[in-house]
Protein backbone atom coordinates (compact mmCIF):
# COMPACT_ATOMS: atom_id res chain seq x y z
CA UNK A 1 0.00 0.00 0.00
CA UNK A 2 1.52 3.41 -1.25
CA UNK A 3 1.15 6.28 1.48
CA UNK A 4 0.54 9.30 -0.46
CA UNK A 5 -2.56 10.26 0.83
CA UNK A 6 -1.84 9.32 4.21
CA UNK A 7 -2.92 12.52 6.09
CA UNK A 8 -2.16 13.04 9.62
CA UNK A 9 -5.31 12.98 10.87
CA UNK A 10 -8.00 10.73 9.85
CA UNK A 11 -10.66 11.71 7.44
CA UNK A 12 -14.36 11.57 8.51
CA UNK A 13 -16.87 11.41 5.71
CA UNK A 14 -20.42 13.55 6.50
CA UNK A 15 -23.24 12.68 4.57
CA UNK A 16 -26.03 15.15 3.94
CA UNK A 17 -30.15 14.48 3.55
CA UNK A 18 -31.15 10.95 3.14
CA UNK A 19 -27.63 9.77 3.98
CA UNK A 20 -26.14 6.80 4.27
CA UNK A 21 -22.79 4.29 5.03
CA UNK A 22 -23.60 1.76 3.11
CA UNK A 23 -27.27 0.55 1.30
CA UNK A 24 -26.72 -2.90 1.46
CA UNK A 25 -23.64 -3.09 -0.62
CA UNK A 26 -23.50 -0.09 -2.59
CA UNK A 27 -21.97 2.85 -0.38
CA UNK A 28 -22.40 6.75 -0.43
CA UNK A 29 -19.16 7.30 -1.16
CA UNK A 30 -18.92 5.41 -4.02
CA UNK A 31 -15.52 4.70 -4.89
CA UNK A 32 -13.77 7.32 -2.89
CA UNK A 33 -13.53 5.82 0.47
CA UNK A 34 -11.77 2.75 -0.83
CA UNK A 35 -9.87 5.13 -3.05
CA UNK A 36 -8.67 7.00 -0.20
CA UNK A 37 -7.65 3.89 1.98
CA UNK A 38 -5.50 2.76 -1.02
CA UNK A 39 -3.54 5.59 -1.08
CA UNK A 40 -2.76 5.09 2.56
CA UNK A 41 -5.24 7.65 4.33
CA UNK A 42 -7.22 6.32 7.30
CA UNK A 43 -11.22 7.04 6.11
CA UNK A 44 -14.15 6.92 8.42
CA UNK A 45 -17.97 7.44 6.52
CA UNK A 46 -19.79 8.01 9.22
CA UNK A 47 -24.11 7.99 9.70
CA UNK A 48 -25.96 10.68 11.21
CA UNK A 49 -29.94 11.44 11.48
CA UNK A 50 -30.72 10.57 7.74
CA UNK A 51 -33.11 13.93 7.93
CA UNK A 52 -33.55 16.26 10.69
CA UNK A 53 -31.77 19.34 11.57
CA UNK A 54 -28.08 20.48 11.34
CA UNK A 55 -27.88 20.92 14.80
CA UNK A 56 -29.34 17.55 15.52
CA UNK A 57 -26.89 16.04 12.98
CA UNK A 58 -23.64 17.96 14.03
CA UNK A 59 -24.20 16.48 17.77
CA UNK A 60 -24.14 13.34 16.55
CA UNK A 61 -21.06 13.99 14.35
CA UNK A 62 -19.56 15.37 17.69
CA UNK A 63 -20.53 12.16 19.81
CA UNK A 64 -18.70 9.67 16.57
CA UNK A 65 -15.74 12.26 16.36
CA UNK A 66 -15.17 11.63 20.02
CA UNK A 67 -15.46 7.88 19.02
CA UNK A 68 -12.79 8.42 16.38
CA UNK A 69 -10.25 9.32 18.30
CA UNK A 70 -10.68 7.38 20.89
CA UNK A 71 -10.09 4.43 18.66
CA UNK A 72 -6.80 5.69 16.52
CA UNK A 73 -5.83 8.02 19.43
CA UNK A 74 -5.64 10.85 17.13
CA UNK A 75 -6.02 14.43 18.37
CA UNK A 76 -8.13 15.87 15.78
CA UNK A 77 -10.18 14.56 12.34
CA UNK A 78 -10.43 16.49 8.71
CA UNK A 79 -14.07 16.86 8.02
CA UNK A 80 -15.47 16.16 4.68
CA UNK A 81 -19.06 16.74 4.67
CA UNK A 82 -20.75 16.57 1.47
CA UNK A 83 -24.31 18.81 0.86
CA UNK A 84 -25.78 19.15 4.35
CA UNK A 85 -23.27 17.41 5.65
CA UNK A 86 -20.73 20.31 4.82
CA UNK A 87 -23.34 22.47 7.41
CA UNK A 88 -23.49 19.45 10.22
CA UNK A 89 -19.33 19.55 9.86
CA UNK A 90 -19.54 23.38 10.06
CA UNK A 91 -22.01 23.04 13.32
CA UNK A 92 -19.07 20.25 14.97
CA UNK A 93 -16.07 22.53 14.01
CA UNK A 94 -17.85 25.77 15.37
CA UNK A 95 -18.37 23.84 18.63
CA UNK A 96 -14.99 21.67 19.06
CA UNK A 97 -12.81 23.39 17.00
CA UNK A 98 -10.01 21.76 19.01
CA UNK A 99 -10.92 18.63 17.95
CA UNK A 100 -10.91 19.27 14.22
CA UNK A 101 -8.07 20.39 11.79
CA UNK A 102 -10.31 20.79 8.62
CA UNK A 103 -13.94 21.35 7.43
CA UNK A 104 -14.69 20.69 3.75
CA UNK A 105 -17.54 21.25 2.30
CA UNK A 106 -18.48 19.26 -1.07
CA UNK A 107 -21.33 21.30 -2.61
CA UNK A 108 -22.59 22.35 0.19
CA UNK A 109 -25.54 24.76 1.03
CA UNK A 110 -23.55 27.66 2.84
CA UNK A 111 -26.03 29.76 1.98
CA UNK A 112 -29.19 28.07 1.35
CA UNK A 113 -30.75 25.85 -1.14
CA UNK A 114 -33.33 27.68 -3.58
CA UNK A 115 -34.85 23.89 -4.36
CA UNK A 116 -35.55 23.93 -0.54
CA UNK A 117 -36.98 27.55 -0.71
CA UNK A 118 -39.23 26.24 -3.65
CA UNK A 119 -40.02 23.46 -1.99
CA UNK A 120 -41.42 25.82 1.19
CA UNK A 121 -43.33 27.98 -1.25
CA UNK A 122 -44.90 24.88 -3.01
CA UNK A 123 -45.78 22.73 -0.12
CA UNK A 124 -46.84 25.01 2.82
CA UNK A 125 -47.04 23.88 6.46
CA UNK A 126 -50.15 22.73 7.58
CA UNK A 127 -51.20 21.75 3.59
CA UNK A 128 -52.09 18.29 2.77
CA UNK A 129 -49.91 18.23 0.00
CA UNK A 130 -46.75 19.25 2.65
CA UNK A 131 -47.84 16.18 4.76
CA UNK A 132 -47.39 14.36 1.64
CA UNK A 133 -44.29 15.23 0.73
CA UNK A 134 -43.14 14.72 4.36
CA UNK A 135 -44.53 11.56 4.39
CA UNK A 136 -43.08 10.51 1.38
CA UNK A 137 -39.64 11.56 2.99
CA UNK A 138 -39.80 9.36 6.28
CA UNK A 139 -40.91 6.53 4.24
CA UNK A 140 -37.54 7.11 1.98
CA UNK A 141 -35.22 7.77 5.67
CA UNK A 142 -37.50 4.39 7.18
CA UNK A 143 -36.71 1.95 4.07
CA UNK A 144 -33.07 3.11 4.00
CA UNK A 145 -32.68 2.47 7.22
CA UNK A 146 -33.72 -1.19 7.06
CA UNK A 147 -31.02 -1.85 4.02
CA UNK A 148 -28.47 0.25 5.67
CA UNK A 149 -26.03 -2.08 6.77
CA UNK A 150 -22.70 -0.14 7.37
CA UNK A 151 -23.84 1.78 10.10
CA UNK A 152 -24.59 -0.33 13.76
CA UNK A 153 -25.72 1.76 16.29
CA UNK A 154 -29.08 3.56 18.43
CA UNK A 155 -32.00 4.64 15.84
CA UNK A 156 -31.34 8.07 14.67
CA UNK A 157 -34.47 10.20 14.94
CA UNK A 158 -36.05 11.70 12.33
CA UNK A 159 -37.80 15.31 11.75
CA UNK A 160 -38.85 16.17 7.87
CA UNK A 161 -39.34 19.78 9.13
CA UNK A 162 -36.59 20.58 10.83
CA UNK A 163 -34.86 19.41 8.17
CA UNK A 164 -36.28 21.43 5.83
CA UNK A 165 -36.03 24.50 7.71
CA UNK A 166 -31.88 23.77 8.27
CA UNK A 167 -32.08 24.19 4.45
CA UNK A 168 -33.97 27.17 3.30
CA UNK A 169 -31.67 30.18 2.72
CA UNK A 170 -33.72 31.74 5.90
CA UNK A 171 -32.58 28.85 7.84
CA UNK A 172 -29.15 28.67 7.09
CA UNK A 173 -29.10 32.31 7.06
CA UNK A 174 -29.77 31.75 10.74
CA UNK A 175 -27.35 28.84 11.27
CA UNK A 176 -24.78 30.89 9.84
CA UNK A 177 -25.36 34.06 12.10
CA UNK A 178 -24.39 31.38 14.62
CA UNK A 179 -21.83 29.36 12.83
CA UNK A 180 -19.94 32.06 10.92
CA UNK A 181 -16.58 30.59 10.47
CA UNK A 182 -15.10 30.34 6.88
CA UNK A 183 -18.37 32.29 5.21
CA UNK A 184 -16.91 34.75 2.65
CA UNK A 185 -17.81 38.28 3.13
CA UNK A 186 -19.08 39.16 0.03
CA UNK A 187 -21.56 37.37 -2.40
CA UNK A 188 -19.16 35.12 -4.71
CA UNK A 189 -15.85 35.41 -2.60
CA UNK A 190 -13.64 33.28 -0.44
CA UNK A 191 -13.92 32.88 3.19
CA UNK A 192 -11.00 32.93 5.35
CA UNK A 193 -9.25 29.67 5.30
CA UNK A 194 -8.22 29.21 9.26
CA UNK A 195 -10.48 30.24 11.89
CA UNK A 196 -10.02 28.88 15.38
CA UNK A 197 -7.23 26.57 14.20
CA UNK A 198 -9.51 25.46 11.83
CA UNK A 199 -8.96 25.20 7.92
CA UNK A 200 -11.87 25.88 5.68
CA UNK A 201 -12.27 24.62 2.12
CA UNK A 202 -15.01 24.06 -0.23
CA UNK A 203 -16.03 22.64 -4.40
CA UNK A 204 -18.83 22.14 -6.11
CA UNK A 205 -20.02 21.52 -9.50
CA UNK A 206 -22.63 23.16 -12.17
CA UNK A 207 -25.15 21.64 -14.09
CA UNK A 208 -23.29 22.12 -18.04
CA UNK A 209 -25.93 21.67 -20.86
CA UNK A 210 -23.22 19.15 -23.19
CA UNK A 211 -20.68 18.21 -20.64
CA UNK A 212 -22.69 17.17 -17.14
CA UNK A 213 -25.89 15.64 -19.46
CA UNK A 214 -23.29 13.47 -21.38
CA UNK A 215 -21.28 10.73 -21.29
CA UNK A 216 -22.26 7.94 -18.77
CA UNK A 217 -24.52 10.54 -17.43
CA UNK A 218 -27.05 9.88 -20.08
CA UNK A 219 -27.69 6.44 -18.18
CA UNK A 220 -28.25 8.65 -14.58
CA UNK A 221 -31.39 9.09 -13.70
CA UNK A 222 -30.09 11.68 -10.60
CA UNK A 223 -28.93 13.80 -13.62
CA UNK A 224 -32.80 14.17 -14.96
CA UNK A 225 -33.87 14.74 -11.37
CA UNK A 226 -31.03 17.51 -10.85
CA UNK A 227 -32.06 19.39 -14.42
CA UNK A 228 -35.65 18.98 -13.14
CA UNK A 229 -34.88 20.75 -9.97
CA UNK A 230 -32.60 23.15 -11.57
CA UNK A 231 -35.47 25.04 -12.90
CA UNK A 232 -36.46 25.94 -9.36
CA UNK A 233 -33.91 28.30 -9.67
CA UNK A 234 -33.88 32.50 -9.09
CA UNK A 235 -30.93 34.16 -8.12
CA UNK A 236 -28.48 31.48 -9.43
CA UNK A 237 -30.22 30.33 -12.85
CA UNK A 238 -27.97 28.50 -15.00
CA UNK A 239 -25.32 28.42 -11.95
CA UNK A 240 -26.55 25.37 -9.63
CA UNK A 241 -25.70 22.14 -9.49
CA UNK A 242 -29.42 20.81 -9.24
CA UNK A 243 -29.93 21.27 -5.56
CA UNK A 244 -27.16 23.61 -4.43
CA UNK A 245 -25.76 27.09 -6.28
CA UNK A 246 -22.40 28.00 -7.33
CA UNK A 247 -22.31 31.25 -5.19
CA UNK A 248 -23.89 29.05 -2.23
CA UNK A 249 -21.41 26.92 -1.87
CA UNK A 250 -18.42 28.69 -1.29
CA UNK A 251 -16.72 28.19 2.11
CA UNK A 252 -13.50 29.32 2.80
CA UNK A 253 -10.84 28.47 0.29
CA UNK A 254 -12.86 27.76 -2.91
CA UNK A 255 -11.04 24.80 -4.83
CA UNK A 256 -12.97 24.89 -7.46
CA UNK A 257 -17.13 26.11 -8.30
CA UNK A 258 -17.50 25.23 -11.94
CA UNK A 259 -16.94 21.68 -12.00
CA UNK A 260 -19.50 19.55 -14.56
CA UNK A 261 -20.99 17.66 -11.80
CA UNK A 262 -24.44 17.78 -11.20
CA UNK A 263 -24.78 17.19 -7.42
CA UNK A 264 -24.52 13.69 -7.46
CA UNK A 265 -22.14 13.17 -9.43
CA UNK A 266 -19.68 15.13 -7.31
CA UNK A 267 -19.81 11.92 -4.53
CA UNK A 268 -19.62 10.00 -8.05
CA UNK A 269 -23.35 8.85 -8.18
CA UNK A 270 -24.75 6.47 -9.00
CA UNK A 271 -22.43 3.97 -9.37
CA UNK A 272 -19.81 6.39 -11.09
CA UNK A 273 -21.95 7.81 -13.39
CA UNK A 274 -20.56 10.96 -14.46
CA UNK A 275 -20.77 13.71 -17.01
CA UNK A 276 -17.97 13.58 -20.06
CA UNK A 277 -14.72 14.78 -18.89
CA UNK A 278 -15.37 14.81 -14.82
CA UNK A 279 -13.55 13.03 -12.39
CA UNK A 280 -14.91 13.44 -9.44
CA UNK A 281 -12.74 10.82 -7.25
CA UNK A 282 -9.67 13.01 -8.20
CA UNK A 283 -11.16 15.91 -6.31
CA UNK A 284 -10.98 13.46 -3.48
CA UNK A 285 -7.76 12.10 -3.73
CA UNK A 286 -5.80 15.90 -4.71
CA UNK A 287 -7.62 16.81 -1.42
CA UNK A 288 -6.01 14.78 0.29
CA UNK A 289 -2.69 15.14 -1.10
CA UNK A 290 -3.35 19.20 0.17
CA UNK A 291 -4.34 18.68 3.27
CA UNK A 292 -1.56 16.07 4.08
CA UNK A 293 1.23 18.91 2.79
CA UNK A 294 -0.42 21.39 4.60
CA UNK A 295 0.17 19.05 7.96
CA UNK A 296 -3.65 18.08 8.56
CA1 LIG B 1 -24.41 10.95 -12.19
Known amino acids: MTQELATRYPLVMVPGLLGFVRVV ?15 GAKVFPVMVSAVNSTEVCGEQ ?22 SQGALTSRYAAAKRPDLVASVTSVAGPNHGSELADYLGRSFPLGTVRRRLLNGSMRLMAGLMRLLETGYRGPKLPIDVDASHQSLTTEGVALFNHRCPQG ?37 DGTNVTCRLFARTFTREVGHCDGMVGRFSSHLGTVIGDDYPLDHFDIVNQTLGLVGKGADPVRLFTEHAERLKAAGL
Request: glycine share 14%; no cysteine; net charge positive.
Open 25 to 39: VYPYWFGIVSRLRQG
Open 183 to 219: LPETWGGQGEELVNGVRYYSWSGTLQPGRSDRGRNRL
Open 61 to 82: LLQQIERILRETGAAKVNLIGH
